[in-house]
C-alpha cells in the first residue's frame, strides 16, 4: 500500500477502493465523466459482489483508483437502489453519465457485463448515487 493511499485511509476511516469499468481506457473515461459532474451514480452486479468486489454502504467514503492503483477521486455513496438488470430507468441510467437513453445504456452495459460472463437480462444489480468529496488529482504537479 502507498503512502499516499494510507494517509487517505486515515483521512476516510472505513474507506475502500475500487475502481471503474474493466480496463484503463474505459476507466479513464468514467474518472472524467465524474470529474467533469456529469457521472453521478454507478451500479454493481450481486455477481461481482459475491466475487469479492466491496460492497457500496450509504455515508461511506470511498477511493476510486486508476488502472495503475493510484487513487484519483474520493466518493461518498448517498443513496443505494438494489433492483434487476431489466428494470433499469431512464432517470437512473442518465445519472450514470455515459448514455444519452435508455437503450445505449443497456446495450453499453450488457456488453460489460457479457465481458465479465455474467450478464442476464434478469441480472441483480446495485445501483448507487454518490457524490464527489475530493478530485486527488487537484493540487498534483
Do not use: N
Not at 4 to 23: N, Q
Not at 90 to 114: C, I, T
Amino acid at each position: 500500500m502507498t503512502a499516499a493511499l494510507d494517509a487517505l485511509r486515515r483521512r476516510y476511516p472505513g474507506a475502500t477502493t475500487y475502481r471503474f469499468g474493466d480496463g484503463p481506457d474505459l476507466c479513464a473515461e468514467l474518472l472524467a465523466l465524474v470529474r467533469a459532474g456529469r457521472k453521478r451514480a454507478t451500479c454493481s452486479s450481486e455477481a461481482e459482489i459475491a466475487a469479492g468486489e466491496a460492497a457500496p454502504v450509504v455515508g461511506r467514503c470511498d477511493i476510486a483508483l486508476d488502472f495503475d492503483d493510484v487513487p484519483q477521486l474520493v466518493t461518498r455513496t448517498v443513496a443505494l437502489v438494489p433492483l434487476r438488470f431489466c428494470d433499469m430507468t431512464e432517470e437512473m441510467a442518465l445519472l450514470e453519465g455515459e448514455d444519452d437513453s435508455l437503450e445505449s445504456w443497456r446495450a453499453g452495459h450488457e456488453r460489460y457485463y457479457r465481458r465479465l460472463g455474467i450478464f442476464a437480462p434478469d441480472m441483480p444489480l446495485i445501483w448507487e448515487r454518490f457524490e464527489l468529496v475530493e478530485d486527488l488529482r487537484e493540487g498534483q504537479a
